[in-house]
């Protein structure tokens, strides 16, 4: 979005008109910043070459920002000392969505199309590409809240969980109808995954797996979408038409 909080809260990110990314570092906490007289906050400015900025993203470290350009350029940024470096070695022309792995030691990287993954490892800069994922405007791909483990479904109806650490793919049993939609649950012990009819639960500490069908006939030829209520008692899947 234009707008980014760091996970403290302590720092913003923005994004200004021909590729410049500015970022504010409250001393503070913003609402006791603005008690005051005179705010105090540092702001630093960085410069993406010129390119129209689409999307903005903090690591969860804070230490480092990623940028996304109209064009599909990605830079990661170094928040400390406000310097810039392209993301080697990813292909997608136009990226649609970023989001860091639960430690920021992975990036996600979806295509726009829909079919096309880059994972892209940030110590080091490798990137892992995964093609043929589920055809959608927004992949059904999450990371766990709690550990760097991705799901993501296939454009075979399958459900995967990818371990970048261990480089290693598990598939898990679906056994029903094509998956469109997956969410992990806030513990990150469960995993939902939404077809047209159905919805499939993955117990991922015991093994166990449910599949929850809907008296509900939806027609829609829209994609799934599928969330977690708060406390992780009930599952809530809709079609993006309102279903």
């Not at 200004?16 to 630093?44: C, M």
């Not at 010129?50 to 940028?67: C, F, Q």
């Not at 996600?108 to 490798?126: M, N, T, V, Y």
């Not at 806030?186 to 015991?206: E, F, H, P, Y």
Request: proline fraction near 4%.
């Amino acid at each position: 979005g234009l707008l980014n909080w760091s996970k403290s809260g302590l720092q913003l990110a923005a994004m200004g008109a021909k590729g410049l990314l500015r970022v504010w570092k409250f001393r503070e906490s913003p609402a006791a910043e603005s008690r005051r007289d005179r705010p105090t906050w540092d702001i630093r400015d960085m410069n993406a070459g010129g390119k129209e900025l689409t999307n903005i993203l903090w690591s969860p470290d804070e230490r480092a920002i990623v940028s996304v350009s109209a064009s599909g350029f990605l830079q990661v940024w170094d928040s400390v000392q406000v310097v810039g470096k392209a993301i080697a070695g990813v292909e997608i022309e136009r990226p649609c969505q970023i989001d860091w792995s639960f430690s920021g030691a992975y990036l996600a990287i979806r295509s726009f199309e829909g079919d096309r993954l880059e994972i892209w490892e940030r110590a080091k800069g490798r990137t892992r590409t995964f093609l043929q994922l589920a055809s959608a405007y927004q992949p059904p791909v999450d990371w766990s809240p709690n550990k760097d483990i991705l799901a993501m479904a296939t454009h075979d109806g399958q459900v995967e969980l990818y371990d970048p650490q261990k480089d290693k793919l598990t598939r898990l049993d679906s056994a029903g109808e094509a998956i469109e939609a997956i969410h992990w649950s806030r513990d990150g012990q469960r995993l939902a995954g939404a077809g047209k009819t159905s919805v499939v639960v993955w117990n991922l500490i015991t093994s166990q797996r449910y599949i929850l069908h809907s008296d509900v006939e939806i027609t829609s030829d829209r994609a799934s979408t599928v969330d977690w209520s708060p406390d992780g008692s009930s599952v809530v899947a809709a079609r993006i038409d309102g279903m």
